[in-house]
Nanobody, 122 residues
Framework: QVQVVESGGGSVQAGGSLRLSCVASGSTFSIMGWYRQPPGKQRELVATMASGGSTNYADFVKGRFTVSRDNAKNAVFLQMNSLKPEDTAVYYC??????????????????WGQGTQVTVSS
């Protein structure tokens, strides 16, 4: 059974830093990363990292946030620097598993964590 557990959220003043951690158990995952859902808005991509090391960042976090992985531990991290009030959101970890069968071909399965609150005050 797959479990995805985040940690590291909290409250910080604008300009501060936080580090989020996520560990996924029960399988191996091709892509792991972070999404967020600001109050009253839809969930959006923050940053992802493939097991081979390639990354994908949302424009609004480039230069401020850094995603990293420890493949051996099925862990992904998000270092958030220069935080802004608009970064306030629930941050979710997602682990994506690719599998292939002759019957169904290739398919992706997403696993989500429960979310961790990040609050940035001005």
């Amino acid at each position: 059974q797959v479990q995805v557990v985040e940690s590291g959220g909290g409250s910080v003043q604008a300009g501060g830093s936080l580090r989020l951690s996520c560990v996924a158990s029960g399988s191996t995952f091709s892509i792991m990363g972070w999404y967020r859902q600001p109050p009253g808005k839809q969930r959006e991509l923050v940053a992802t990292m493939a097991s081979g090391g390639s990354t994908n960042y949302a424009d609004f976090v480039k230069g401020r946030f850094t995603v990293s992985r420890d493949n051996a531990k099925n862990a992904v991290f998000l270092q958030m620097n220069s935080l802004k009030p608009e970064d306030t959101a629930v941050y979710y970890c997602k682990a994506e598993k690719y599998s292939y069968t002759k019957v169904r071909g290739g398919e992706w399965t997403d696993y989500w964590g429960q979310g961790t609150q990040v609050t940035v005050s001005s």
